[in-house]
């Protein structure tokens, strides 16, 4: 066997064996290597030379910290009342990212994506469900739809069918003719069907809420992308006569010369385009990509040849229009680009698509916590319904449901006649205005809700990312509370302990070579110019200078050695020397000193200089006691084949 697939199946053996394997345990509890792996590899992230030591290094502060958080759930600190804020807290904020099938949106994005590369030609016919009159007639329009058919399949041409049969008015003069199209540009179902038929094809009857739809793939390109145009609109009033309407066309034509003999055309949109939005713009539109605006205006957009390019004046149905194309924004062909997918996820979650994205809730509720649905009387139920929402006599049937009667059972939770009542009560109605939903659809949605809630209840139980989540933002909390109240409080409030470490180590708190000095933090070069520019005018009338710019400008007066001045680097400082400003390339912001005093030699701390470094030794000492303390009460054994194992 091939020594290099050799050492790589060995190594997969191994993390195969670690993972399931306990590294070590602590009184009754324990650690699973994977978990510690995970662990460290998140708080690990720079290359290192010796990962041995690295990952023992690791254990011994994972340890600790396991230590002081087992000790913070036996004293109950979980239960404290800020500590269960703050984590429904966090839940609230972040369990709606986990609502969703991270697969759905790859496969959505993808799909998507794979649409985004070219567009589609697309001639349309619409059957209503409304006649004549205005009234709904799902008959005349059933029977409608299968005329049309019919004819198609005859091999009618499509465009003529759609110029005499279709309901849509535009369809007398355009034969149906929609232009191109490309993703989001039409409701979901549409686009779904337009995309999966052939060119030169027409699709099924899609249904919709006002009628059917049958559509023609007339023609496919490669995507165009969007393109970036300013616009004249000179529209013709409602009722306007033919000398008006002559009168238009005339100044448009004049508009028209004026531009190309070098006339400023943001001037002229701004003067004379009836379309106010963009003409306060100079006429700019916002980025346009196809299947947004009218067919003939888009017709002409698209055949712009090049940046600058104006059209001649044309006319739509909104009036006389002049364009000129000022950029062309290809269509991002990688499907790596992540600033593309995540539009197109955004896109995608605010679109009518995402709805079935909730599917796999209700398959996995059911498949993981299980749905038991009870055995009750159907019309009764329907009955108490009527009775108690729409306040209709209360018949015989109706009054075996009570209050309590179990519906369905998801995982341990009941579902009763009141859950059922009252979400009907909320939902039973349409959307729309038009009216309410059929009985049997709000039953169906109300087992929907309820599985959807309970998902999200229960959001621990069904996704391990959520529930590894919450449970280190609880562990960071109670970690936080503890170390408060054991080691932090207590070194910064005993002052006679503090005064007896500083005394007992005075040779150890002092100045190496240091300087009384002014630091200025500023939140951007710019501003660390500025100032530093004005201190050095003046150096005396530093203050001033920088409370010209308090609000980009941190000051920070204090004795400092050498190491901690910006910029000095090897200089020896000298009283009114101005470093220059360091800048951080991370986020700009920069920093640079005023030398005020010097001194060569190291000198010993005050107790107050030294407090600092003072309470720093003395958490030490009081954490280390602690970790002992919590060694013995929670004795921890390492199992040393698995660490030797992991450290490979």
């Known amino acids: 066997m ?30 699973d290597a994977k978990d510690f792996i995970k662990a460290y590899n998140k708080n690990n992230t720079q290359p290192v030379v010796n990962k041995a030591k690295a990952i023992s290094d690791y254990l011994d502060l994972y340890i600790k910290s396991r230590l002081k958080i087992r000790e913070a759930y036996d004293r109950k600190y979980d239960t404290l009342a800020q500590i269960k804020t703050e984590v429904e807290n966090l839940r609230i904020q972040i369990s ?24 589609i030609r697309v001639a349309h016919i619409f059957i209503s469900s409304k006649n004549a009159t205005g009234f709904m007639d799902s008959t005349a329009a059933r029977l409608k739809k299968e005329e049309v058919l019919n004819r198609l399949q005859k091999g009618e041409d499509f465009l003529q069918v759609a110029q005499q049969l279709s309901d849509d008015p535009a369809a007398k003069t355009t034969k149906g003719e929609l232009g191109f199209i490309t993703v989001f540009t039409l409701p979901y179902a549409f686009e779904n069907a337009i995309y999966t038929t052939p060119v030169g094809k027409y699709t099924s009857a899609v249904p919709s809420k006002i009628g059917y739809h049958i559509f023609k793939n007339m023609e496919e390109r490669k995507a165009v992308g969007k393109i970036k145009a300013q616009q004249i ?41 009836n379309d106010y939005v963009t003409g306060a713009n100079g006429g700019t539109m916002p980025d346009i990509s196809v299947g947004k605006y009218d067919p003939a205006f888009e017709k002409v957009l698209w055949s712009l040849p090049k940046d600058g390019a104006v059209s001649k004046p044309f006319l739509t149905t909104h009036g006389w229009h002049i364009l000129k194309r000022n950029s062309l924004k290809p269509v991002v062909t990688d499907i790596n680009d992540k600033s593309y997918l995540q539009d197109l996820q955004s896109k995608i979650m605010a679109d009518a698509r995402w709805k079935s994205s909730k599917d796999f809730i209700y398959q996995k509720v059911i498949q993981q916590a299980g749905l038991t649905k009870y055995p009750y009387d159907e019309i009764a139920m329907r009955d108490m319904t009527d009775s108690v929402l729409d306040l209709k006599p209360m018949t ?31 939902y039973r109605y349409k959307q729309d205005g038009t009216g309410a939903k059929p009985y049997e659809q709000v039953k169906e949605e109300f087992l929907q809700f309820s599985l959807y809630n309970y998902y999200r209840d229960h959001l621990e139980d069904f996704n391990e990312e959520f529930r590894n989540q919450m449970m280190e933002f609880k562990d960071g909390n109670i970690f936080f509370e503890i170390m408060q109240q054991e080691i932090w409080n207590k070194a910064q409030t005993d002052t006679a302990a503090l005064l007896s470490l500083y005394e007992k180590n005075k040779k150890s708190y002092t100045w190496n070579q240091c300087a009384d000095a002014v630091l ?3 939140s951007d070069e710019t501003t660390a110019k500025k100032v530093y520019d004005e201190v050095k005018k003046k150096p005396a009338d530093w203050r001033k200078a920088a409370d010209q710019y308090s609000e980009k400008v941190i000051i920070d007066s204090s004795r400092y050695e050498w ?25 700009n912001t920069a920093s640079f000193a005023y030398i005020i005093q010097s001194y060569s030699q190291p000198m010993q701390r005050t107790f107050m200089e030294a407090k600092g470094l003072v309470i720093n030794d003395y958490q030490t000492i009081l954490e280390n006691q602690w970790t002992e303390a919590l060694k013995k009460k929670y004795p921890v054994v390492i199992d040393q084949k698995v660490l030797n194992d992991i450290s490979k």
């Open 2 to 31: 091939n020594k290099k697939l050799t050492a790589v199946i060995i190594a997969c053996l191994s993390m195969i064996a670690v993972s399931g394997q306990t590294l070590f345990t602590y009184g009754k509890y324990s650690v």
């Open 96 to 119: 709606e990212s986990y609502m969703n099938d991270p697969e759905m949106i790859k496969r959505m994005q993808q799909e998507a994506f794979n649409r985004s590369q070219k567009d």
């Open 233 to 273: 609109l000179l529209a013709i009033p409602p009722g306007s006569d033919e000398a008006g309407k002559k009168k238009i066309a005339s100044l448009a034509d004049s508009l028209y010369k004026r531009i190309l003999a070098g006339d400023n055309f943001n001037k002229l949109a701004a003067t004379f385009s």
């Open 396 to 426: 015989e049937a109706g009054k075996k449901i009570v209050a309590t009667t179990p519906m369905f059972k998801i995982g341990e939770s009941v579902y009763d006649a009141t859950n059922w009542v009252n979400y009907a009560n909320t």
């Open 520 to 522: 200025f933090f500023c």
């Open 563 to 587: 190491s901690q001045i910006p910029n000095l680097f090897k200089m020896i400082p000298k009283p009114g020397m101005i470093t220059s400003p360091l800048v951080n390339t991370n986020d």
